[in-house]
């Protein structure tokens, strides 16, 4: 018991450093805010009468596209670190990550390594299960049990999902960070944490809990690891990292040719999808 809230209290003041870290390496940056730009408009005189239904009618058009169409103000104190770790997380997928996983491809037939996600995804049914049931979609929490069930028997330890295409059973994708965010817990400033990506504080801390139920990471006295130390967990996870990529390779080079800004867009593309899958 000691020994386990010994390695909670290191986690915890690891993540309190992490963050004030990022603090500190967001405060050197300089704030940008978004302003809205005032405009003097001279009236002109025109031709034809209008009468002042039709200015009304106009004028609250005006309004309501403005409201549709007004920049979202991002509250970003760590765009300075965000910035150079969004570059940093680039230049690691292309150089490292996008290669190994186009070599893994050519080794691993499309058939074996679906059933390596089925297999990875199957695994995360504690961390679904927690989630839904925190949320009270206790219905859901059914379904992604008999889920387990199916694709642990019938699907020979989840390689396969007969759940999904016999049954016609969707897993139902929960995390903490969706809990808090369903509790009313905002996602505070963006984060963009190394080889991970983009994340916010709330979501960075969820990350723990998740963990703690997540067979993937080895934690002390549980019962059912999926592996027996840390170093496993690292190489475990670093596999299901390039198995997935191998499953999606020209995506993420798909979307940055929108990007004129690629930290923002990321960061906006992330914040918009949480938002919208808290809300689901």
């Known amino acids: 018991m000691i020994a386990r809230m010994r390695r ?3 986690l915890v ?3 309190l450093v992490m963050t004030i870290t ?3 390496a967001g ?3 300089s704030l940008q805010s978004v302003k809205g730009v005032d405009s003097n408009q001279s009236q002109e005189s025109v031709t034809g009468d209008l009468s ?3 200015e009304d009618m106009d004028d609250a058009f005006s309004d309501e596209f403005a409201e549709e169409f007004a920049v979202k103000e991002v509250y970003d104190p760590l765009s300075g670190y965000n910035r150079f770790m969004t570059k940093f997380n680039d230049t690691f997928y292309t150089y490292i990550l996008d290669p190994v ?5 050519a080794v691993l037939h499309k058939e074996v390594r679906s059933s390596i996600g089925n297999f990875f995804h199957n695994l995360l049914y504690p961390v679904r299960l927690v989630n839904n049931v925190l949320q009270l979609k206790f219905k859901n929490a059914m379904e992604e049990t008999g889920r387990f069930v199916v694709n642990s028997t019938i699907g020979i330890l989840g390689l396969f999902d007969p759940a999904k ?3 016609e059973w969707e897993p139902h994708e929960e995390d903490f960070g969706q809990t808090l965010g369903f509790y009313g817990v905002g996602g505070g400033f963006h984060v963009v944490l190394p080889f991970l990506g983009p994340s916010n504080l709330r979501d960075m801390f969820s990350m723990y809990p998740d963990a703690e139920v997540d067979p993937n990471y080895y934690v002390p006295k549980r019962g059912y690891n999926l592996v027996s130390n840390d170093m496993e967990t690292i190489g475990l996870i670093s596999l299901e990292k390039v198995n997935f990529t191998s499953q999606h390779i020209g995506e993420y080079e798909d ?3 929108d990007a004129v800004d690629l930290y923002p867009f990321l960061r906006d593309i992330y914040e918009q999808h949480r938002e919208k899958l808290i809300k689901e």
């Open 52 to 54: 002042s239904g039709e």
């Open 101 to 105: 996983a186009r070599g893994y491809r």
């Open 27 to 29: 405060c050197s940056a």
């Open 22 to 24: 990022l603090w500190l």
């Open 13 to 15: 003041r690891l993540f």
């Open 8 to 10: 909670v209290f290191s």
């Open 255 to 257: 979307l940055k040719k």
């Open 165 to 167: 295409a016999w049954l």
